[in-house]
Protein backbone atom coordinates (compact mmCIF):
# COMPACT_ATOMS: atom_id res chain seq x y z
CA UNK A 1 0.00 0.00 0.00
CA UNK A 2 1.12 3.68 -1.18
CA UNK A 3 1.39 6.05 1.75
CA UNK A 4 3.39 8.77 3.07
CA UNK A 5 3.54 10.07 6.64
CA UNK A 6 5.02 13.06 7.95
CA UNK A 7 5.80 13.31 11.48
CA UNK A 8 7.93 15.72 14.04
CA UNK A 9 5.32 18.23 14.50
CA UNK A 10 4.72 19.97 17.60
CA UNK A 11 4.76 23.19 19.28
CA UNK A 12 7.71 25.53 20.14
CA UNK A 13 8.41 28.97 21.07
CA UNK A 14 9.90 31.61 18.85
CA UNK A 15 13.14 30.97 17.60
CA UNK A 16 13.28 27.42 18.58
CA UNK A 17 13.50 24.63 15.81
CA UNK A 18 11.97 21.37 14.34
CA UNK A 19 12.73 18.82 12.39
CA UNK A 20 9.97 16.88 9.80
CA UNK A 21 9.97 13.68 8.82
CA UNK A 22 8.42 12.16 5.76
CA UNK A 23 8.60 8.28 5.58
CA UNK A 24 6.90 6.70 2.60
CA UNK A 25 5.97 2.94 1.96
CA UNK A 26 5.39 1.75 -1.06
CA UNK A 27 7.23 3.23 -3.41
CA UNK A 28 10.60 3.93 -3.72
CA UNK A 29 11.02 8.06 -2.82
CA UNK A 30 14.04 7.80 -4.66
CA UNK A 31 12.63 8.36 -7.90
CA UNK A 32 10.33 11.35 -6.91
CA UNK A 33 10.02 14.86 -6.39
CA UNK A 34 9.60 15.81 -2.89
CA UNK A 35 7.46 19.02 -1.67
CA UNK A 36 6.87 20.30 1.32
CA UNK A 37 3.83 22.10 1.40
CA UNK A 38 2.04 24.00 4.74
CA UNK A 39 -1.53 25.36 4.97
CA UNK A 40 -2.25 27.85 7.77
CA UNK A 41 -5.37 28.60 9.67
CA UNK A 42 -7.56 30.44 6.97
CA UNK A 43 -5.04 30.76 4.38
CA UNK A 44 -4.16 28.56 1.21
CA UNK A 45 -1.82 25.84 1.21
CA UNK A 46 1.25 26.95 -0.16
CA UNK A 47 5.11 25.38 -1.22
CA UNK A 48 7.08 25.45 0.94
CA UNK A 49 10.50 23.66 -0.29
CA UNK A 50 11.40 20.86 -2.84
CA UNK A 51 14.04 18.68 -3.39
CA UNK A 52 14.11 16.68 -6.75
CA UNK A 53 15.59 12.92 -7.26
CA UNK A 54 18.69 14.44 -8.56
CA UNK A 55 18.91 16.85 -5.24
CA UNK A 56 18.35 19.95 -6.44
CA UNK A 57 16.11 22.51 -4.42
CA UNK A 58 13.96 24.97 -4.24
CA UNK A 59 12.28 27.43 -1.40
CA UNK A 60 9.37 29.99 -0.80
CA UNK A 61 11.21 33.21 -0.06
CA UNK A 62 9.89 33.25 3.13
CA UNK A 63 11.51 30.36 4.67
CA UNK A 64 15.12 30.51 3.07
CA UNK A 65 18.00 30.67 5.34
CA UNK A 66 15.78 28.98 7.66
CA UNK A 67 14.75 26.07 6.53
CA UNK A 68 16.29 23.03 4.71
CA UNK A 69 15.25 19.91 2.65
CA UNK A 70 16.52 16.95 2.53
CA UNK A 71 16.27 13.28 1.35
CA UNK A 72 17.81 10.10 2.39
CA UNK A 73 16.36 7.34 0.02
CA UNK A 74 18.17 4.43 2.04
CA UNK A 75 15.71 5.28 4.44
CA UNK A 76 13.13 5.71 2.05
CA UNK A 77 12.54 9.64 3.79
CA UNK A 78 12.32 13.13 3.20
CA UNK A 79 12.94 16.01 5.82
CA UNK A 80 12.50 19.32 6.59
CA UNK A 81 14.97 21.02 8.92
CA UNK A 82 13.65 23.87 10.22
CA UNK A 83 15.43 27.02 12.50
CA UNK A 84 14.67 30.14 13.39
CA UNK A 85 10.86 29.65 13.77
CA UNK A 86 8.29 32.34 13.42
CA UNK A 87 4.76 32.57 14.69
CA UNK A 88 3.55 32.64 11.06
CA UNK A 89 5.17 29.46 10.35
CA UNK A 90 2.36 28.25 12.12
CA UNK A 91 0.24 25.72 10.34
CA UNK A 92 -0.43 21.65 8.88
CA UNK A 93 2.69 21.01 7.02
CA UNK A 94 2.24 18.20 4.40
CA UNK A 95 4.41 15.80 2.23
CA UNK A 96 3.98 15.15 -1.26
CA UNK A 97 5.60 12.98 -3.67
CA UNK A 98 5.23 13.26 -7.43
CA UNK A 99 6.78 11.22 -9.80
CA UNK A 100 5.99 9.50 -13.23
CA UNK A 101 3.68 6.90 -11.38
CA UNK A 102 1.80 9.10 -9.23
CA UNK A 103 1.48 11.97 -6.86
CA UNK A 104 0.66 11.07 -3.14
CA UNK A 105 0.39 13.15 -0.22
CA UNK A 106 0.43 12.75 3.46
CA UNK A 107 -1.61 13.55 6.18
CA UNK A 108 -0.53 16.40 7.68
CA UNK A 109 1.34 17.34 11.16
CA UNK A 110 0.71 20.12 13.06
CA UNK A 111 3.41 22.96 13.55
CA UNK A 112 2.58 25.53 16.20
CA UNK A 113 4.99 28.22 17.38
CA UNK A 114 3.82 30.80 20.10
CA UNK A 115 5.08 31.70 23.28
Known amino acids: QVQLEESGGGLVQPGGSLRLSCAAS????????MTWYRQGPGKERELVAQITSSGDTNYAASVKGRFTISRDNAKNRAYLQMNSLKPEDTAVYFC?????????WGQGTQVSISS
Open 26 to 33: GFTLSRYT
Open 96 to 104: RAFGSAGVY
